[in-house]
């Protein structure tokens, strides 16, 4: 139990340390950062809507896809904020590669731990 | 003055069946009622206890899905999982994946809300929006026994006391169901103690008076008194018998070498008037010796009452086979025998198989009690039209 314990733990400090990879950064962090738009926000909503990563994925590259309001699970007070985002010029595998990349640097599982 | 001032009843052995017959049912039955009662009562009990354990579960849970709420809205690095060291907890996504906790159970079963596997209680609590992604929180806890061992303990007490209760009940109501036919015994008996005490007198007086006749005076009517001396036996035979009963539990026994041999010639020779009279032509193979630790007067009761029956269900100008051996003395006789069914009934005092002959079918019961007294075994082996051998093993 204490074994199991120490490995989560090291393996939650190592991914609160973790940077985003180039890929995060180029095509969506960078952006987002720009327009102050909060990651870390629009992950927990998808997070609560959809529960897993397979989940989420479909849903983001669907929106990615087409960037619509209608297709976004965003409140209506969220595009009064931030700007309507445009269509990504990405081809279908770097945009899934992109989504997996944000869904991963988020997740959940690994920012868990249990405080001893 | 009375002869007996103590009363010993004694129940047949068929009454004494029907009574054990009566308590074995009525316990039985109390028993069965009583159990099925305490198992019911048990399983509501267990549930109960189950149920409030479970309610902890889920009040746990509760607090758990609070937490959890809080954590998703500041997800603040970092997540530090809530956890109550008292139960184990783990969250799993809308697929059934695990997520995070502080236990990884290896088999859910998904299909129950609350159940119990290996002494542990289990609560899958739904989650419903995701927080932290987790659409299920199972939690769990160890099964407290203690209030259950309390309970069978509780349980196996009351049985027991009711166990103790309804017997001693059903004690008290078999002596209170045998009380009537008690009361016929004990009237039974003091008639027949007072009859005895009344005829003791008189059947000495004639006894004497007809030895004294005898001796004596010669007297002509020779055929006429060896009638009177006939019945006058069987009159004094009866008292002893009678006596016999009432004082058996009571009457002190002078142990001493019985000369069996000689005291069965002594007896047939006290019969020799009846035997003459129904013309039996008697058989004796009787070894020289034989000697038995016994009183004597039982032995008298023991070889008076073999012979007087064998005589008595004897036909006329029948024959009777006496043989004694080192271990054993067999009488047989040519009566009309005795249906096998009724053989066990006989023994049994008050019982005859036969009433074409006088008595009060005591004979074979004294002879039982004497068996029985000295470790002796009784066999009777008789069917319809058959004669009847009566073996006597020591």
Redesign the interface.
């Known amino acids: 139990m204490v074994k199991k314990i120490y490995t989560i733990l090291l393996l939650s400090t190592l991914a609160q340390t973790k940077e985003p990879t180039p890929l995060l950064q180029q095509n969506c962090l960078e952006c987002h950062t720009r327009q102050k738009i909060p990651s870390e926000l629009v992950y927990r909503r998808y997070l609560m809507k959809f529960s897993t990563k397979e989940r989420m994925k479909k849903t983001l590259l669907s929106y990615l896809k087409n960037p619509k309001k209608e297709n976004s699970i965003m409140p209506q007070q969220f595009f009064l904020k931030f700007p309507q985002k445009e269509a990504l010029d990405l081809n279908g595998t770097l945009l899934e590669e992109s989504i997996g990349a944000y869904l991963d640097f988020f997740d959940v599982r690994s920012r868990l731990e249990i405080k001893r | 003055m009375r002869l007996l001032n103590i009363q010993v009843i004694d129940l047949l052995s068929s009454e004494k069946r029907s009574l054990v017959r009566f308590l074995a049912i009525y316990l039985s039955s109390t028993l069965i009622l009583f159990s099925l009662g305490s198992y019911m009562f048990y399983t509501f009990q267990k549930h109960q206890i189950i149920d409030n354990q479970n309610a902890k579960l889920q009040l746990e849970a509760e607090k758990l899905t609070q937490k959890l709420r809080e954590l998703?809205e500041t997800?603040k690095?970092?997540?530090?999982?809530p956890?109550d060291p008292s139960s184990d907890s783990a969250i799993y996504?809308?697929?059934r994946?695990y997520?995070?906790g502080?236990f990884k159970p290896k088999k859910i079963d998904w299909s129950k809300e609350f159940y119990k596997k290996e002494e542990k209680l289990y609560y899958l609590h739904s989650l419903n929006?995701?927080?932290?992604?987790?659409?299920s929180l199972l939690v769990s806890k160890d099964f407290n026994p203690k209030p259950l061992n309390e309970l069978v303990k509780m349980l196996l007490l009351f049985l027991v006391g009711a166990g103790v209760l309804f017997t001693l009940l059903g004690l008290f109501l078999g002596r209170l169901f045998t009380a009537p036919m008690r009361e016929s015994m004990e009237l039974m008996n003091r008639f027949i103690e007072d009859t005895t005490h009344e005829l003791n007198t008189p059947i000495s007086t004639i006894l004497t008076n007809i030895e004294l006749l005898d001796t004596i005076y010669n007297c002509e009517g020779q055929k006429e008194m060896r009638r009177i001396e006939m019945a006058s036996k069987t009159l004094s035979r009866l008292y002893e018998d009678l006596t016999f009963l009432k004082l058996n539990h009571n009457y002190h026994r002078a142990l001493e070498s019985v000369n069996i041999s000689t005291l069965l010639e002594e007896r047939i020779e006290f019969f020799h008037t009846l035997i003459e009279a129904k013309e039996i032509k008697i058989i004796k193979n009787l070894h020289p010796h034989i000697t038995l630790e016994m009183d004597r007067n039982d032995a008298i009761r023991l070889l008076d009452n073999l012979l007087s029956n064998a005589i008595k269900y004897n036909h006329k100008s029948g024959k009777l086979e006496v043989t004694l051996t080192t271990n054993r003395l067999v009488v047989q006789n040519d009566g009309d025998g005795i249906k096998k069914e009724d053989i066990s009934l006989i023994q049994n005092r008050f019982r005859r198989a036969n009433s074409s002959e006088g008595g009060f079918g005591i004979g074979l019961d004294i002879i039982g009690q004497v068996v029985t007294r000295y470790g002796f075994t009784f066999t009777i082996d008789s069917d319809t039209n058959q004669p009847t051998k009566v073996t006597l093993k020591w």
């Open positions: 998703h997800y690095k970092p997540l530090l999982y956890h996504d809308v697929d994946g997520i995070f502080t929006p995701y927080y932290l992604g987790a659409s």
